[in-house]
């Protein structure tokens, strides 16, 4: 039998739009462009991870 494990590790959110990114880097640049722009790069959010898959 295997168990699925979720490792705990720290990621970064963006305040404005709650994208989880990896890095710190691609997480503030979405949160200046959600600042900016009032809506989600495309270019930026493919980025993003999914913490429930
Ligand atoms: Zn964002």
Known sequence: ???KKTIKK???ICDSCGFVYKDK???Q???DWCNEHHS???EITKNA???NE
């Open 1 to 3: 039998m295997v168990t």
């Open 10 to 12: 720290e990621y970064y």
């Open 25 to 27: 880097e691609t997480a």
């Open 29 to 31: 640049k979405c949160e």
């Open 40 to 42: 989600c790069n495309i």
């Open 49 to 51: 991870i999914d913490l």
